[in-house]
T-cell receptor, first 116, second 115 residues
Framework: AQSVTQPDIHITVSEGASLELRCNYS??????LFWYVQSPGQGLQLLLK??????LVQGIKGFEAEFKRSQSSFNLRKPSVHWSDAAEYFC??????????????FGKGTLLTVNP | DAGVTQSPTHLIKTRGQHVTLRCSPI?????VSWYQQVLGQGPQFIFQ???????GRGNFPDRFSARQFPNYSSELNVNALLLGDSALYLC??????????????FGPGTRLTVT
């Protein structure tokens, strides 16, 4: 069964600083990987996805992520954080769960605080 | 274009009661998934429906059930509510096709409180 680990529960950065959120996955085949963001009281918004091809993927709001198969990682990065980026970030892996069934498995999330 | 819509926004129920949550997918999307998000945790997969058939089920008891209607909207039903069912229930829709089944668009959720 697939699983996702986000090692950092809470990260605080200063506005304008760079950001890297870590994500490690466990899955036997080629994974479909996602990063979602959730603002307080909101649903989840897709930031970016990796299905295949170029291992560096660009997303919305200036985010990017790099897929590293050898490290089973899909870390999210942003060169300069804005106060509006404060939110909770979830990494997820999509995979078959049997036959024609599919499921999306989420990590427990990383809460990002941005200091002025 | 309208996104995924869910109703109601908030709901308070008593232990032992039954609840029905509703979801309307993005126009053109034929797959709907349901997730439970307990405070401080990531969403956990409950069900996926595609073309009105159940295509996936997470590790939830039989008290949880769902269905998808001909217009692709969906209902999640929970019987015999427990305190532990208090959570944000998220609905997500996606396009048809194997790959697109994973690119899901989420609604704002229904906050269920069981007292």
């Amino acid at each position: 069964a697939q699983s996702v680990t986000q090692p950092d529960i809470h990260i605080t950065v200063s506005e304008g600083a760079s950001l890297e959120l870590r994500c490690n996955y466990s899955y036997g085949a080629t994974p479909y990987l996602f990063w979602y963001v959730q603002s307080p009281g909101q649903g989840l918004q897709l930031l970016l996805k990796y299905f295949s091809g170029d291992t560096l993927v660009q997303g919305i709001k200036g985010f990017e992520a790099e897929f590293k198969r050898s490290q089973s990682s899909f870390n999210l990065r942003k060169p300069s954080v804005h106060w509006s980026d404060a939110a909770e970030y979830f990494c997820a892996v999509g995979a078959r769960s049997g036959g024609s069934n599919y499921k999306l498995t989420f990590g427990k999330g990383t809460l990002l605080t941005v200091n002025p | 274009d309208a996104g995924v819509t869910q109703s109601p926004t908030h709901l308070i129920k008593t232990r032992g009661q039954h609840v029905t949550l509703r979801c309307s997918p993005i126009s053109g999307h034929k797959s709907v998934s349901w997730y439970q998000q307990v405070l401080g945790q990531g969403p956990q997969f409950i069900f996926q429906y595609y073309e009105k058939e159940e295509r996936g089920r997470g590790n939830f008891p039989d008290r949880f059930s769902a269905r998808q209607f001909p217009n692709y909207s969906s209902e999640l039903n929970v019987n015999a509510l427990l305190l532990g069912d208090s959570a944000l229930y998220l609905c997500a829709s996606s396009l048809q096709g194997a790959v697109f089944l994973f690119e899901q668009y989420f609604g704002p959720g229904t906050r269920l409180t069981v007292t």
